[in-house]
C-alpha cells in the first residue's frame, strides 16, 4: 500500500518556473518507479517524466528541456522542476507510483498508486 500527496501547484505566467512536490508513504520497504501525469478537463492523462526503480528518467517530447523529474536520497519524494512554461502546460498533475520497474513509464495504466493531483495554471 502507498500514500502519494501532491503539492505545489499554482498559477503563473508563461515563461516562468514552478516545482511541483509528491511525497510518497510506503507500506513496505521497495524500490518503486514513480511519475508524473497531467490532465485537462476532457482530456486524457498524459505522461509527463517518470523515474523508474532504476534510476533512468523518461521525459515527453513536449516538455523536454524545460522540465525535470528528480527525487530526494531517500527516494519517497518526487519532483518536478517546469521551467519556460506554456499556457499548454495547465493541467491537474498527478504523481504515480508502482513497486518495481515498469514497462512504458509514460502509460498511466502501468501504475497502481495515484495521489489526488495539484493544480498548475499557466497564463499568457
Known amino acids: 500500500e502507498a500514500v502519494l500527496v501532491e503539492d505545489g501547484g499554482d498559477s503563473v505566467q508563461a515563461g516562468g518556473s514552478l516545482t511541483v512536490s509528491c511525497l510518497g508513504s510506503?507500506?513496505?520497504?521497495?524500490?518503486?518507479?514513480m511519475a508524473w501525469f497531467r490532465q485537462t478537463p476532457g482530456g486524457e492523462r498524459e505522461g509527463v517524466a517518470a523515474?523508474?526503480?532504476?534510476?533512468?528518467?523518461t521525459y515527453a517530447d513536449a516538455v523536454k528541456g524545460r522540465f525535470s523529474v528528480s527525487q530526494n536520497s531517500d527516494q519517497n519524494t518526487l519532483y518536478l522542476q517546469m521551467d519556460s512554461l506554456k499556457p499548454e502546460d495547465t493541467g491537474m498533475y498527478y504523481c504515480?507510483?508502482?513497486?518495481?520497474?515498469?514497462?512504458?513509464?509514460?502509460?498511466?495504466?502501468?501504475?497502481?498508486?495515484w495521489g489526488q493531483g495539484t493544480q498548475v495554471t499557466v497564463s499568457s
Open positions: 504515480a507510483a508502482d513497486w518495481g520497474g515498469v514497462g512504458r513509464p509514460l502509460v498511466a495504466s502501468e501504475y497502481v498508486y
Open positions: 510506503w507500506g513496505r520497504y521497495e524500490r518503486y518507479s
Open positions: 523515474i523508474e526503480s532504476s534510476g533512468k528518467t
